[in-house]
């Protein structure tokens, strides 16, 4: 299995302020397409997780546009700019490269 | 608007068999692919497999012995079972749409494997 790696778990934020979330991969997500296998979410307390980013870098539909995805191969960031309060919550990548998919451990995310 | 709802018993004894439905409204289950995930605080989000819009299966290793995923297109639902079930089973189960970047997910339904 492609074991999904985190880093921090926790993350104190200001608001305001710009957040980043590592996830590593121990087998690279590029496929033959020219696309990394690798999605964001962001599980609000109380509810599902919710698609943030997708392919690595692409936005899903509706989410705001300070958060940003990088990355290739086994090394990737979600990056959000200016941080709300709206934005607390655990944040999972998930690996869609291999069977079985498998997400990190999460990072929870709160404010200061 | 894709909407998914799990529905099931959300207590099941050991040994026994866990069956979850999900109704699947707003799409076609003919299209896309339709997962099963489960969360518990001990393993964390795991994807038990999928079901694709050809009635193609696919498992995760650790529990193909004993799941299956199956449809009903009349009633645009798809289902999971899960045998001889432990209480490492508890946990909150997920249907989710899409195969490279799942994007609906459904609420939510707690199962509790106690007896």
């Known amino acids: 299995d492609i074991v999904m790696t985190q880093s921090p778990l926790s993350l104190p934020v200001t608001p305001g302020e710009p957040a980043s979330i590592s996830c590593r991969s121990s087998?690279?997500?590029?496929?033959?397409?020219?696309?990394?296998?690798l999605a964001w979410y962001l599980q609000k307390p109380g509810q599902s997780p919710q698609l943030l980013v997708y392919?690595?870098?692409n936005r899903a539909s509706g989410v705001p546009d300070r958060f940003i995805g990088s990355g290739s191969g086994t090394d990737f960031t979600l990056k959000i700019s200016r941080v709300e309060a709206e934005d607390v919550g655990v944040y999972y990548c998930?690996?869609?490269?291999?069977?079985?998919?498998?997400f990190g451990q999460g990072t929870k995310v709160e404010i200061k | 608007q894709v909407q998914l709802q799990e529905s099931g018993p959300g207590l099941v004894k050991p040994s026994e068999t866990l069956s979850l439905t999900c109704t699947v409204s707003?799409?076609?289950?003919?299209?896309?692919?339709w997962n099963w995930v489960r969360q518990s605080p001990e393993k964390g989000l795991e994807w038990i497999g999928f079901?694709?819009?050809?009635?193609?299966?696919n498992y995760s290793p650790s529990l193909k012995s004993r799941v299956i995923i199956s449809r009903d297109t009349s009633k645009n639902q798809f289902s999971l079972n899960l045998r001889s079930v432990t209480a490492a089973d508890t946990a909150v189960y997920y249907c989710?749409?899409?195969?490279?970047?799942?994007?609906?997910w459904g609420q939510g339904t707690l199962v509790t494997v106690s007896s």
């Open positions: 989710v749409r899409g195969d490279v970047s799942p994007d609906y």
């Open positions: 392919l690595g870098s």
């Open positions: 079901i694709n819009h050809s009635g193609r299966t």
């Open positions: 707003g799409g076609s289950i003919t299209l896309y692919y």
């Open positions: 998930m690996q869609a490269a291999q069977i079985p998919r498998t």
């Open positions: 087998q690279s997500l590029l496929q033959t397409n020219g696309r990394n296998y």
